[in-house]
Nanobody
Framework: QVQLVESGGGSVQPGESLRLSCAASGSIFSIDEMGWYRQAPGKQRELVATITRGDSTNYSDSVKGRFTISRDNARNTVFLQMSSLKAEDTAVYYC??????????????????WGQGTQVITSS
């Protein structure tokens, strides 16, 4: 199994910044893509940003230019630097990782794991 643990959420005022972190652990063979998704009250979960092992990134239009995703492959960790936060960024942010795990008996299995979520509140 692969576990993801997020940290760094909190409550800030509009225009301020926050940095989220997510560390993956467990029987990891390789992680291809890591990313952040968010879910606001009454809305569906949506993509925020993703990053591949080769550092190719993808952002939703709503966060482009304000958020930056990065990762530390050696530590299986992904970060989300959020700047110029707005009220509409308020949501629970979820970390996601996709890749391959050691499935025992020398076998490799695919995984798609989610963190438990961390709350981000932007309010004046």
């Amino acid at each position: 199994q692969v576990q993801l643990v997020e940290s760094g959420g909190g409550s800030v005022q509009p225009g301020e910044s926050l940095r989220l972190s997510c560390a993956a652990s467990g029987s990891i063979f390789s992680i291809d893509e890591m990313g952040w998704y968010r879910q606001a009250p009454g809305k569906q979960r949506e993509l925020v940003a993703t990053i591949t092992r080769g550092d190719s990134t993808n952002y939703s239009d709503s966060v482009k230019g304000r958020f930056t995703i990065s990762r530390d492959n050696a530590r299986n960790t992904v970060f989300l630097q959020m700047s110029s936060l707005k009220a509409e960024d308020t949501a629970v942010y979820y970390c996601n990782a996709k890749g391959f795990r050691q499935a025992g008996y020398g076998q490799i299995g695919y995984f798609n794991s989610w963190g438990q979520g961390t709350q981000v509140i932007t309010s004046s």
